[in-house]
Structure formats: C-alpha cells, structure tokens
C-alpha cells in the first residue's frame, strides 16, 4: 500500500480523538534556542534555482512574483527597526559539493511581532524550535555525503572516529521526531494552518528543514536507536504537506529520497523518483540535470536501480527499467538526454549492475539507437565496479564494431569517433589495470599516448588519474620515448605554455559536451607534474636500461616541492648528488623518487653516490638490498664525467633563460663545442639517450634565444615557400661546427644503427657526397663529419658508394684515418692495386701513417708484384723517414706486429736473418729483449713474443750458472707463464700447458713450486688442468696424465 495514503488514513483516526479531547498540543522541547536568529538563505537560494529552470511562462511568472514579494517583505522589516532575518548563517568550508549540506530553508518569523491567532502563535513556537535546531546543526560537521548510502567498507572506522558526532545527530533528530509529532497533532486540531501566503511559505520552510535534518541523520540501519526511522519521518511530513494542500516541491523529494536511500527503503525511493519523473503528476518540469554522486538525479536513479534488482532477477531487466526511467525524462527535456544517460550509467555502476550493462549492449539490437553517450555510460558503469578488462574489452569491440559504437560523436564543433568520457575512462582503466596486474591486454603504450594526443590536440580534457594510466602503459612496455613526450606536454601546461587543453577532476560533469568551459572548481589546483609523475617516466627509463636518461629527467624536470629551499646561483660545478638534491629538496622525503633514484645509480654501478644518498634519508627498510653486496665505489668514471658535462650545459642553458640574452656568434660556436663533448662523453658512458635529451634541451634554448626580428621581404619569401635557406631551427644548431656534427652522428649510430645515421646524413645534404658550405661560426671544414661518414659506409658494407666518397672528398677534409680507412676496405675486397695509388696518395699529401705503411706491405706481399723485398723495404725507408728513425731499428720495433702482416719468412729477410740455422735463436733472443724491455716501460707485451719464448726455448742450450745467462731458457718461460697467466689470450690455457710441461722435462721444480704459489697467493683463475700440472711440476713428477 502507499504508505503517504496510509498516513493520511492514520491521521483522520487521530483528528477525531484529538477533536474530543480539544487540548493545547504539547510543544515542550529540550532545547529551545534564542530568538530573533536571522533567517538562512537556502529558501532564497532554492527560489532563484527553480526560476532558471525551463518552466512555462506562467509558473516561471509566479516565482518571480514570489522572490519579489519576499524582498519587499524584506525591505518594510529593515525600515521598521527589526532585525534582519536575510542574514546569512556561517557556511561550512569542508561541506559536499550538495548545496543541502551548506544551507537550510527559512526558520520562521520574527518573535516579537504580534500574533494574533493561536495558528500564528504555534507557527511562531514551532519556528523558534527549529531556529534552535538548526543552530545545533551548523555546530555539526557535514555528514558523508555516500558512505551512508552505500555502506562502504570504512563506515565501521569512521562510526569508531566519530562517535560523538553520531550521539549528537541521534539527539538532534529525536527533537526533530518531537517537533514533527507537535506539528502533526497541530494541524490535525486546526491550530496550525497554511492560509496566507506568508504562513505557506513559512510552513514550507518549517516542513523542509525537517526533511533537510533527516536525510543528514545516520539511518536506523547503523544507529540502532528505538526511534522511528528517516524514511517515515519524511513520509510524514509528506503527508503533512498533502494535508495542508502545499506543493511537494523538488527539494522536498530530493530529501526524502535521499533518507531513503540511507535507510535502503528502495521501493519508497523508487516511488517517490518515479512520480517525480511523471509528467502526469509533476507536470513538464525538468529534473534536475546537476551530475554527482549526491545530487538528485543519480541518487533517485540508483534508488531505482536497487528496487528493480530486488524485483527482478535479471541484470539486462534493471538496466531497462533504469534507461526506461531516462526516456520519460528525455521526452519532458530532450536536450539533457546526454546528462540523463550518464547519470544513469553511474547509478547502475554503484549498484553492481556491470554485468547487466555488457549483457544489455550485446542482447539488444537498438543499443547503438542510443549513441555514444549510452556506450560512455555502460564504460563508466563497469568502471566503477572496477572491472577494468571489460571496459577495455567493450572499448575494443566499439572501436571495430559501428554498430555498438552508436555512431560518430559531435565535440565542440568537430565528429570524433568517441566520447570525451570514454577516452578518459579509457587511459584510467589502462593505469589502474596496471596496478593491480603487470599485464592489460596487450593495451600498449602507443595506443595510451596516442589518445593522449588526440585528447591534447583536439584541446579536450583530461584527468590527472588518465595521465598517469598513460605514463604506466609506458612503464609497463619499457617506452621511455613515449613517456618523455607525455613528460614534456605536462612541463608546457604547468609552466602556462600555450595549451588549450585543460587537465580537470575525474567528475562526469566535466566531459560533457555543453560545458565548454568547466567551471574554475573543476580545474586541478596544483600542478600536474608531482613526485609520482617523475618516479613513473624514471622507472621507465630503467626498464629501457636508461639509467642515466633517469637522473637526467630527476634533473631536468622542476621541483615539486613548495616553498622549497631552491638556489639557483649554487648549482654550479656541484657534484652528482649535490646538484641533484638542490633541483629536488624533497628527493630524500618522497619515497617513489628516492626508490627510482638510488636504482639509476645502481644501474650506473655508482655505488658510493647511492650509499651517500640512502645515508641522508635515513630510511633504509625502503631501498633495494643490493646495496649492502656491492663495494662503496663509482665504478663508472665515464657517467661521472658526462653528468658533469652535462650539469654545466644545462646549468648554462637556464642562465639564458633567465637572463634573456641574446646569443653571439661566439656564443654559439663556444655552445655547440660543450654540446659536442657532452654527447661524446655520454656515448663513452653508454649513455647516449641521456645526452641527446640533454642536446634537445639545449636547442630549445637556442631557438629561443636566436630569434631576430625579420624583415617582410623575408617573411614573404617564407610563406610563398622562397626562402634562401631550407634549413630547420635543429639544423642550424647542428651546424654550428664540424664536432658537433660528427657528435650526432654518433650519437645516432649508437642509438639507431649506421644505416639510420647516414641517412640522416645524406638527407640534410643536397650533395650526396660531402657538405658544400663550411660550418656557420667558424672557418674550419667538416673534416670529422666527411671521415666520420666514410668509416661508416665502410662499416655498413656499401663499399662502391665508399669508394665514390673518397674520391669526391675535398683534400683538406682527408686525413691519416682516411687513407687507412679506404686501404683496408680494398683489402677486404682484395683489391691490393688500389691501395698502391692509395700509399701514394698518402705520401704526396705527407699523410703516412705506420698502419696504411704495413697494409701497404701487406697487399706487396699477397699481390703479384716483382722485387717484393725491395718494395717492402722501399716502405720501411718511406716510414722510418716520418718517424725520424733509422729503418733496422724500426723493424726492430715492429718486428711481431711485421710477423703477423707479412709472415715469418718476409719478416726474417727484413731482419737480414738469412742462414736458417740461426733463425730460431735469433727470433728466441729478440722476444726476451722485446718482453724485457716492455716490461721495464710497463708496457702490454706482444702475445707472438711470449709464444716464441715457449716453443723456442727448447732449442736453446741451457747453461749451468742460471745468474749468467739473461736468456736462461726455464727463467724466461717461467717469466712468460706469469705474464700469460695475468693476460686474456685466446689460446691462454694451451701456452700455460706448453710451458709447464717445458719446466717438467727441465726439471724445474723450484719453478714451478714458484709459479704454484703465485696463483694460489694472487687467486688467479686459471684452468684445472693447469694447476694440476703446476702441481706435477712442483712435485717433480714425470709421466702426469696432463702432460700426455
């Protein structure tokens, strides 16, 4: 039964008795508060809410008519002496968004006025018990604005925490139970009446205040109290209105739906937002479209989505019913619809209703009938229930399927494919899909950021939570790339760039299309760059292995602490850390940043910078335990070295910035000469990546701070597409000079590979075989590019287009690497006539080197060619010249590097060894000579000659007296074991075996005894069966197994 029918029933059985009796209701309260207390402005406000809503003409007349009565009502008060009852109450500043929670309807007349009739005279008191009531309730803080309402899983807590506060809702609403049960006793004796205009409004204002103190009353449910429930309180008062002949106004079933909804009297809320809704019983008022949690709209709808779950069985039934509900609202105001079907969809989402949305959209035919708002809608209502693969699932088959994509979608003048709210709930899903699992179906990080961009580009919204599901895909699929472009978007808009993009709270309301601009309270007060943002993009550096891209973005991007102690004039040739902790103050109080932080310097093998960093924060139970197995010691110099360069470049880029000078032609060059040594020392790092952002940073700069004022001839000539140079702003900064050009390439080579870099090469270069102009700021040519370029043909292979290039090459950008270059790629093809003419070329131009002399030697000798020793000695005249050396000495010299090139026969008739008998002896005492001297100048000894010691040495006759024979055969193989052992020679294990077996056969066991304890005592890692021959040798034992 109608439970209002019911009360009104009830109330004629109680206006009988009360007839009978004919007594003064009881009106005695337990609190009664001064009178005389102004009036609150929630009534004014209400007024002035239905006055813009889209009534008829004639009801829209009569609330004007009524707000200016009441101001004139207001007017003849003030001029008569009373106190102003306009006067607004203190509102509270951490109250919901709802307007219910910051104001109240009015609370009754003024006390002193003369009241004639025993109506006015109750009308009075009851007023003055709720300007009391009301006072107690500013006193209270606001109540959860869902967490009644949805039971969430901290309402036990937060019943523990506040429990006071709950005592004293509880108490305030047992007055309110009292004043409601006087009121009703009242109106059924005819002692409390509605019959001027000024007793309507204030019995309506009265009537409201109630319902208002009841939807903020914790429910019966949790509370526990023996006092009649929220929900019949409000149906009672109600029913009172109904009585009185009052309307039930909007806000009036707004709170009683909300009371009923925290009671969970589901089908009450139904009915009451179902005759809202009913334009045969309100009429062709709109609802309201406001959008949130608390508001009307959603909270009537979910009433309605919880009392069809109870009715019926099936999700796709509740769905209906709901979208049902949205068509009756649709046809009294069909331009809210978009608003209707969001609100609808998060109805269904905070009551579970996801499985019923997925099952509607695939089971029912017209789906797509309802557009793309629909489709956002059922997103928003999976995303809620956090089901994060079926929102990516539906997003999938939209993007495939037309029909369930409802179509294109009109945004802010232009069609998109999706609607703004489904973009962002999108990237929200993929980053917190990421977070609860490594893996989201295979979303990856290119399609994240490229709807970033579309968003960005199109200058739509997006949320701060969307932005971090894009940098996690990133982080997820180890794309730094992609993570530093969402990373410099984010630095333009927190420094006030020129983006019409705008980042906004995650509320529906801001990804409507009407709202062209959101208001200023749904802009995000702080930055959009915090702590998380930059530990997210340097975890994906060090998922890439770019450890120092990592620092480098913890040094680049500005500090996110508040009034933090930042000087910019001390961060000057500091060190690592130091720099570090001056552009970050609070890198040691953020735990996301320290972690990432003392990663990248794990991963750049600084180990003592991380151990110095764990020590200023003094947190360790939060940083990886790798730290206490590694020595405190950088052993990477190199990335010491970079992040200086580094450091100082970026350190002068920023003084530009802040001075706004204007670079001279000096300036540039002195620039584009520390980019240079930057890059070369990141690449000598492995850091590459790390000095081309560093490089990117620095063009911004200059691009910047080169900009001159051109002419309108010139400006003219660039938009009809004439100008005198193409040449990119890039491009110009990479011109300044030969070594940063070079330094590109190189770059380049390392990170993309030699074919990528040469195209780049060629590309900027309408010649196609070397640069026609010499550097901008300088005199000098391109000679690092051009050989730089050469090497790099050669390496790829493409050795025609090589040799092509050589001959093109302007003299002066040929040097000793060149020849040397161009000699060994013909004798990879073997082609040893070419590099004759290339000696010869090389000797004309004064450009010998000893490695073209020796290539040169060797193609004499591989070639067929008369006379070849006097070629080869022709050659080592030619090079002893350039050395100033006599040609025997440097044979000497050279002589195991000769062997090697030219073989042992050429290399003995150059060394003038020609009775073969005398060859080995020879060849065995300059080997000692070679390691003896080598040895002395602490220099790396020729593996050729520590061999020809082992083999050799049993040709040589031993001499008793060891002390006076310096080439004392067991001594020098014993002193070319211990070298061996120290080196990395290829064929290591088999030379130590051969010696060895050498001091075996010679008996040498004090050797050998000497040789055991030397790599026990230094712990040198040598083979087995080379410690077990050592033994054998130490023992003197003969016949070993390893020996056979």
Request: one cysteine or more; hydrophobic letters at 35%.
């Amino acid at each position: 039964r109608d439970p209002i029918k019911q009360e009104q029933v009830d109330r004629q059985s109680v206006d009988k008795r009360t007839n009978k009796q004919n007594k003064q209701p009881n009106i005695d309260m337990k609190s009664i508060a001064i009178r005389n207390i102004s009036r609150c402005s929630f009534h004014q406000h209400y007024l002035k809410r239905c006055a813009s809503l889209r009534q008829f003409s004639t009801g829209q007349d009569n609330v004007e008519r009524r707000v200016q009565k009441n101001k004139n009502h207001h007017q003849r008060s003030t001029q008569k002496g009373r106190p102003n009852r306009q006067e607004k109450t203190q509102q509270q500043t951490n109250s919901p968004v709802d307007y219910i929670h910051q104001n109240n309807f009015h609370n009754g007349r003024d006390a002193n006025e003369n009241q004639l009739s025993k109506s006015q005279s109750t009308l009075s008191k009851c007023c003055d018990i709720m300007t009391g009531l009301l006072k107690r309730r500013q006193s209270l803080p606001p109540p959860p604005s869902m967490d009644w309402i949805f039971s969430s899983p901290t309402l036990p807590d937060q019943l523990e925490r506040e429990k006071e506060q709950w005592k004293t809702r509880i108490e305030l609403y047992k007055d309110i139970v009292s004043l409601t049960q006087a009121i009703d006793l009242s109106v059924n004796a005819n002692r409390l009446q509605a019959s001027s205009g000024r007793d309507i409004r204030d019995v309506t204002d009265l009537l409201g205040n109630i319902l208002l103190i009841c939807s903020e009353t914790p429910p019966k449910r949790l509370s526990l109290v023996d006092l009649p429930s929220t929900s019949q309180t409000c149906i009672k008062i109600l029913s009172i209105l109904e009585q009185l002949n009052l309307d039930v106004q909007n806000i009036h079933n707004f709170l009683s739906i909300r009371a009923a909804n925290q009671e969970h009297d589901w089908e009450l809320s139904s009915r009451l937002f179902c005759k809202q809704i009913d334009p045969d019983v309100n009429g062709l008022v709109p609802v309201d479209t406001n959008l949130g949690g608390d508001r009307f709209l959603e909270i009537g709808l979910y009433g309605l989505a919880m009392d069809l779950n109870n009715r019926v069985h099936d999700g796709v039934d509740v769905v209906e019913g709901v979208l049902n509900a949205v068509r009756d609202m649709c046809m009294v105001s069909p331009t809210d619809e978009e608003k209707y079907m969001i609100a609808a969809g998060s109805a269904l989402g905070r009551a579970g209703h996801w499985k019923g949305c997925v099952d509607y959209i695939s089971k029912t035919n017209n789906a797509s009938e309802l557009g793309q708002a629909f489709f956002a809608a059922m997103l928003n209502a999976c995303y809620i229930c956090e089901q994060y693969d079926v929102v990516l699932d539906l997003y999938n088959n939209m993007r495939y399927n037309f029909e369930t994509g409802g179509g294109d979608w009109q945004w802010e003048g232009e069609y998109a494919r999706c609607h703004p709210l489904c973009l962002d709930i999108i990237l929200r899903t993929v980053g917190l899909g990421l977070m609860d699992k490594d893996e989201n179906q295979g979303f990856s990080s290119k399609g994240a950021t490229s709807l970033f961009h579309q968003i960005t580009d199109d200058g739509g919204r997006i949320s701060k939570q969307a932005i971090r599901g894009v940098l996690y895909a990133c982080k997820n699929n180890a794309d730094f790339e992609k993570a530093l472009e969402v990373l410099e978007k984010l630095e333009s808009y927190d420094q006030g760039g020129n983006c019409e993009w705008i980042v906004v709270d995650e509320d529906t309301c801001n990804f409507l299309c009407e709202n062209q601009v959101p208001p200023s309270s749904s802009l995000t007060k702080e930055k959009v760059i915090d702590d998380d943002v930059i530990a997210t993009v340097m975890d994906t550096c060090i998922a890439a292995g770019e450890y120092g891209l990592a620092i480098m973005t913890l040094r680049m991007t500005r500090s996110t602490a508040k009034n933090s102690s930042f000087n910019f004039d001390n961060c000057k040739d500091n060190s690592m850390l130091e720099s570090l902790m001056n552009w970050q103050p609070q890198l040691c109080q953020k735990e996301a940043l320290l972690n990432s932080t003392i990663m990248a310097l794990t991963g750049l093998q600084c180990f003592q910078d991380a151990r110095d960093l764990l020590s200023s924060a003094k947190d360790e139970h939060c940083f990886p335990t790798i730290l206490n197995k590694m020595e405190a010691i950088n052993m990477n110099i190199s990335w010491n070295e970079a992040y200086r360069n580094m450091d100082r470049l970026l350190y002068a880029a920023d003084c530009l910035k802040r001075s706004g000078h204007t670079i001279s032609r000096e300036e540039k060059y002195n620039l584009s000469l520390a980019t240079a040594l930057m890059l070369r020392c990141s690449i000598n790092a492995g850091q590459v990546n790390a000095g081309l952002e560093v490089a990117k940073t620095v063009i911004a700069t200059f691009n910047c701070r080169s900009a001159t004022r051109s002419s309108v001839k010139e400006k003219m000539k660039s938009f009809f597409g004439f100008s005198d140079e193409d040449v990119g702003a890039d491009d110009q900064f990479w011109l300044l000079s030969d070594e940063l050009y070079a330094a590109k390439l190189s770059a380049y080579r390392v990170k993309y590979g030699v074919e990528s870099a040469l195209d780049v090469y060629f590309s900027s270069n309408d010649n196609t075989h070397t640069k026609t102009v010499s550097p901008k700021n300088s005199n000098e040519g391109w000679f690092n590019t051009v050989n730089l370029v050469l090497e790099m043909l050669i390496e790829k292979g493409d050795l025609e287009r090589a040799f092509t290039y050589f001959e093109r090459m302007h003299p002066a950008d040929r040097g000793p690497g060149t020849y040397i270059s161009i000699a060994n790629a013909y004798k990879d093809l073997g082609r040893f006539d070419k590099i004759g003419k290339v000696y010869m070329d090389a000797k004309k131009a004064g450009l010998l080197s000893e490695n073209l002399c020796l290539c040169a030697m060797e193609a004499i000798v591989r070639g067929n060619h008369q006379g070849k020793i006097k070629l080869l000695r022709s050659i080592v005249n030619d090079i002893a010249d350039v050395k100033g050396v006599k040609p025997g000495k440097w044979i000497v010299d050279h002589y195991w590097t000769i062997k090697h090139c030219l073989g042992f026969h050429f290399a003995r008739l150059l060394m003038w060894w020609n009775d073969p008998n005398e060859t080995k002896s020879m060849e065995y005492r300059l080997a000692v000579q070679h390691m003896e001297y080598r040895k002395k100048q602490s220099l790396r000894i020729e593996t050729d000659a520590l061999m020809c010691i082992i083999k050799l040495a049993e040709d040589q006759k031993l001499d008793v007296n060891e002390s006076s024979d310096p080439f004392h055969p067991p001594s020098r193989v014993f002193d070319s074991l211990i070298i061996l052992s120290e080196s990395q020679c290829h064929d290591k294990t088999n030379l130590l075996l051969e010696g060895l077996v050498y001091l075996l056969k010679t008996r040498s066991t004090l050797l050998g005894m000497r040789y055991l304890e030397y790599i026990e005592t230094n712990q040198v890692t040598v083979d087995d069966k080379v410690s077990d021959l050592a033994r054998s040798v130490a023992n003197c034992v003969e016949g070993s197994s390893v020996m056979n």
